[in-house]
């Protein structure tokens, strides 16, 4: 009842219209005329639409997938995945939110060239609008990759449909009977949005010395005046390199198995090797990007300049002390709540040290011993029986008769045996008598991210060692990531890979281990047409140190729920067609 409520009430300030949803002016409140002369306020349509993205915290909708439950029993995503799916309750939903920011940016770019950004500096008000409408142009394309990502689907009829284009702004008297159109049309109308984004943004906001004045603005303005603009005070706004990465992640979606009617492999994977050119290839991959948010990377975060993103990170949020992650997903023996738990299958999934997968007879993986040997990222992503962790260096143990820390000991104990080490400073101090907060930001586009992207568009476009014009291959890339996560060399399971099919196989997976726990499994399997109902699995450790999987929650879902429902409520108010099986 809360969500359609708050639904209404979004869907009428969105739509009623600025005139009316700002007025009376006689109270001194602005009017829409107000933004032709009031730069400030003008510029507040377009951050709007920044405060409707939804990388602001990490979502863990890992819980609706095989690599993670939760021993929250309120959790959304677990009563997604064990039945309570449907149009009108939807934790994946990404509607409400993204038309309204694209509304504001529709009503922004409907109103922009009318604007007095400046008053002072040749050229100025000029580059400002500049600036201005390349962001809006990128952060319209990017909702639409959102409502594209959990809302595109086929009617009855098998045809591929998107969502309803909007590129002008809506108001109470516009009308509501819009089609939606198809995925092809939505996806064309984000590459064109990208591209005129590009053709408006720097490459980086940074401060550029004399004669280093773009083409685009020699003979118009100074060096000072453009760094007004266009200067480093700017960072993490939208700017070409991140509409790069935008790109590359729009068109790995489109060419996915799902959804490849537009897109084709190979311009995935340029898409994604041209912002990785940009870093010199497989030379740029950070040798610390696995685990960036580690307290041994703390100081990097606690030390960040202003803006600037460290090597692994190509957009991010703020850096802030308020986080929740560690309240929330420390075991309880460190006053935490112990919310996310991974999952038996996602442990499995771990090769060996020495990259075998563990169901390979020669990996040496022993049942009765079944951490010892293992990939090091098991070890950094994970917290199993046994583990160091904390400001402390505590042992964290999950067996029976262990303490509040067991498998199902007390409420905010693993169901699993497993606990979440990923993403969380265990430099933080949760104890009231010592405790210690420490910075966050959250990455909403990690560079690491766009190398697996990469490898899976080359491998599916020209094979494990074909490279296109970008001079390094799928096999280079995985080879490059498994070295940095500690796989013994040489890399003997990654040389003995030679099908595209088998590749296909470990490049999933890699992208499975390397971006767990940041929101990327529930989306990768729909877009791959693979099954979301399989079984989690625990880890049951009893007291004389027996080892047994466990079944711990029956995921159901249906064929068809490989594309999300339309809100039931959209669906009414604009007439339109709700994909198949919803």
Partial sequence: ????????????????????????????????????????????LLLNAYVFLPSGSYSFNDVATDDAVSNDPNNNYL??????????????????????????????????????????????????????????????????????????????GGNLLGVPILTEPLDGQSSYDIPRSTFEQCITQVYEDLTKAESYLPLDFEDIQEGELPSKYQGKTSVSDYNRVFGAYNRQRLSTRIVKGIRAKVALLAASPAFNETTSWENAADAAGQVLDLIGGVAGIDPQGGTWYSKE??????????????QEILWRTNVSEESDLEPDNYPPSLYGSGRVNPTQNLVDAFPMANGLPIADGASGYDENNPYVGRDPRLNDYILYNGSVFGPGSSSI???????????????????????????LREDVNLDAANKANKKHYVSRIRY???????????????????????????????????????????????????????????????????????????????????????????????????????NIEKRQYQDYMNYGPLPYQEVIKWNMTQNVGW
């Fill in 79 to 156: 009563a997604m995945a064990t039945g309570g799916w449907s149009a009108m309750e939807n934790p994946t939903s990404r509607w409400v939110n993204s038309y309204a920011a694209i509304n504001y940016l529709n009503i922004f770019l409907a109103e922009t060239d009318q604007v007095e950004w400046a008053t002072t500096g040749e050229y100025v008000k000029e580059m400002f609008n500049d600036r201005f409408k390349g962001e809006a142009y990128g952060l319209r394309a990017l909702f639409m990759y959102y409502l594209l990502e959990a809302h595109a689907g086929k009617d009855a």
């Fill in 397 to 423: 143990l999950t067996s029976e008769d262990s303490g509040e820390d067991g498998i199902g000991a007390i409420a905010k104990s693993t169901r699993t045996g497993y606990y979440l080490r990923k993403l």
């Fill in 448 to 550: 690491t991210e766009l190398f697996l992207a990469y490898a899976e568009a080359a491998n599916e476009a020209w094979g494990p060692d074909g490279s296109g014009s970008h001079g390094y291959s799928a096999r280079d890339v995985i080879a490059a990531i498994r070295q940095r996560a500690g796989i013994s060399q040489p890399d003997n399971y990654l040389a003995s890979i030679s099908s595209l099919a088998d590749m296909r196989k470990l490049i999933r997976n890699e992208r499975r281990l390397e971006l767990c726990f940041e929101g990327n499994r529930f989306w990768d399997l729909r877009r791959w047409n693979e099954s979301l109902s399989e079984t989690a699995r625990g880890m049951r450790i009893s007291s004389n140190g027996a080892y047994q999987v466990v």
């Fill in 1 to 44: 009842m809360k969500t359609n409520l708050f639904i209404l009430l979004a869907l009428f300030f969105i739509f009623t219209g600025c005139e009316d949803l700002l007025s009376p002016a006689d109270e001194n409140n602005p009017t829409l005329e107000n933004i032709y002369e009031d730069a400030a306020y003008a510029e507040g």
């Fill in 297 to 310: 990377n703390g100081s990097t975060t606690d030390n960040l300049v202003v803006g600037t993103n460290p």
